[in-house]
């Protein structure tokens, strides 16, 4: 594919592939964790309702990235973040009660945003640093593969909940490492691109 021998289709492509299974692999488990809990029909429609809201707020954060001068900056610290709210996610899985399942969906709910901003920043540096003839592939490429890895990841977050025995801090934990890894690899190849 002639997209893929340019370098900035190639990074954006590892970096949303990265940032889309760390955003996916704890979603279908969140809602297994609400139907765990004493109080679990109502904390399955808080669980829902707090995974809709994000995208129905998602004006915002593209706003902001359209705005944004140092996207690739942004773009690591808006991962390193996510990395440290899904370790206190892990923390908070614990206690099991209304308040922690609160603070669970609100930093979940940022995490989402996150990964909508992050999303508004690849599209302008695609077009921004992408040739035109390129465009549509490039777009056509990534966006593919963020919805085929998303079905996967939450494939994935479940396979680890299966194997731990339900264990959801390890799944939360494990979905941190990915947003750390895509932190990482942005700041490994600041260089390049």
């Not at 003839?133 to 079905?151: A, D, K, R, V």
């Amino acid at each position: 594919m002639k997209s893929l021998k340019n370098p900035v289709v190639r990074y954006l492509l590892i970096l949303s592939t990265i940032g889309v299974l760390g955003s996916s692999l704890y979603r279908i488990v969140l809602v297994q964790y609400a139907a765990t809990l004493e109080f679990a029909k109502w904390a399955i429609v808080f669980v829902s309702v707090s995974q809709i809201m994000p995208f129905l707020l998602q004006v915002i954060p593209g706003k902001y990235a359209d705005k944004t001068k140092q996207k690739f900056e942004a773009m690591f610290y808006t991962q390193l973040i996510a990395g440290f709210m899904f370790i206190v996610i892990g923390l908070l899985l614990d206690l099991r009660s209304w308040f922690a399942l609160a603070i669970i969906l609100f930093l979940d709910a940022i995490v989402t945003l996150i990964s909508i901003y992050e999303s508004g920043l690849i599209v302008v540096i695609q077009k921004r640093y992408i040739r035109k003839e390129l465009m549509e592939s490039s777009t056509g490429l990534i966006s593919g593969l963020s919805i085929l890895i998303s079905m996967c990841g939450q494939s994935i977050g479940v396979g680890i909940l299966l194997i731990s025995h339900n264990d959801f801090q390890i799944v939360a934990y494990i979905n941190s490492l990915t947003f750390f890894i895509s932190s990482a690899f942005i700041y490994l190849n600041r260089k390049k691109v």
